[in-house]
């Protein structure tokens, strides 16, 4: 499998390609990684080096990619922050043409744009990128619950009102969706849930809450689900095994008492889960 990931990029840490690109290497994945920016490290650190490039460059690699005749090879896209409107029209450009060239391709859009007790952190004309042309053109998407609700325009406090946001977005474009850090009234006080929504059901994985929450882990959980999708065409199979792997890193970061990922030190949880959970159909 062959995966084109349009994401920013640090040296220390992991978040977007950081944090996406060695999980599907470990699993087998050939990864195309462009990065949209090359940060010293997440801008969480509230200092950093480094630069933002020009939306041109994506298109630039993208056509060397081409010139390769490789894109017909490259069985998805995946992309996640955007920095501005002008990298991610320069995002689905490359989607486009990767599309043409191979019309089984997929795109899998993280929609990033804010979070429960956060809010909105993404630059002004990101949110209605994001619902006016990034999500109608993706085939997966994986917002978190605030960004459910606010793509959607609907609340999602009970699982019920979750599944009506899932339709909306539905309705505009994409087959499949997985919803990360659901906490719904049906959610126990210890636990967290991840529900995902497509053509073959709607599923729901429950795991234990876990005090952590690293930078950069809906990155890789993005990553591990659009593979894991792909590979079975299961939405439930997807959704456990993404949910299995990403409890591991987590458990791992947090008994370590890291602020970044342990990608590296985690790597078996990618392949061998040490926990299994299974989907419930919903």
Aim: aromatic content about 8%; charged content about 15%; some cysteine.
């Amino acid at each position: 499998m062959n995966i084109l990931s349009i994401q920013s990029h640090v040296a220390f840490g992991h978040v977007g390609n950081a944090s996406a690109v060695f999980p599907l290497q470990r699993l087998g994945v050939e990864v195309w990684p462009i990065h949209t920016v090359q940060f010293s490290n997440h801008t969480g650190y509230g200092a950093w080096r480094g630069q933002v490039f020009e939306a041109a460059v994506i298109g630039d690699l993208v056509a060397g990619i081409a010139e390769r005749g490789q894109l017909g090879r490259c069985d998805g896209v995946l992309s996640g922050y955007m920095g501005s409107a002008d990298i991610g029209a320069a995002i689905l450009d490359a989607v486009d043409k990767v599309r043409a060239a191979n019309p089984r391709a997929d795109y899998c859009c993280d929609p990033v744009i804010g979070d429960v007790g956060r809010g909105i952190f993404v630059r002004p004309g990101i949110p209605e990128f994001m619902r006016e042309q990034a999500v109608p053109a993706a085939d997966v998407i994986t917002p978190n619950q605030f960004e459910l609700e606010l793509l959607s325009n609907l609340p999602a406090g009970t699982r019920a009102e979750a599944a009506a946001a899932c339709d909306v977005l539905h309705a505009s474009g994409p087959k499949v969706i997985l919803v990360t850090s659901l906490v719904t009234a049906e959610t126990p006080e210890q636990s967290i849930d991840l529900m995902a929504s497509g053509p073959d059901g709607r599923f729901l994985v429950r795991t234990p809450r876990l005090d952590v929450s690293p930078n950069g882990a809906g990155d890789a959980i993005a990553a591990l689900f659009f593979f894991h999708w792909k590979r079975s065409g299961s939405t439930a199979l997807a959704l456990a095994a993404a949910a299995s792997s990403i409890y591991g890193l987590l458990s791992r970061t947090h008994q370590a008492g890291s602020r970044e990922l342990l990608l590296v030190d985690a790597q078996e949880e990618f392949v061998r889960p040490s926990h299994v959970f299974t989907a419930e159909s919903i």
